[in-house]
């Protein structure tokens, strides 16, 4: 079971797609820019302060999962 989860782990992090992170204001402002790269550097910034509540819920969605496996004694 634990390696199924490390595959399914490494197939997300290679096969992720490209996002795009800009709200509709954020876009029409940064692409009358030339060059793009403030869009760009901007766009990465969105899209690694959206990952990190993800990471969060995901923590504290184990350590609920782990603690209702140890109450009701399914843990081997």
Do not use: D, H, W
Request: aromatic residues 10%; positive net charge; glycine residues 8%.
């Amino acid at each position: 079971m634990k390696s199924k989860i490390l595959y399914i782990s490494i197939l997300m992090l290679f096969f992720s797609l490209p996002v795009e992170a800009q709200c509709a204001m954020c876009r029409a402002v940064l692409e009358s820019e030339e060059g793009q790269e403030t869009a760009k550097g901007i766009n990465n910034g969105i899209v690694y302060l959206m990952i990190v509540p993800y990471i969060l819920i995901g923590l504290v969605g184990y350590f609920i999962y782990k603690n209702k496996k140890k109450l009701t004694g399914l843990e081997k």
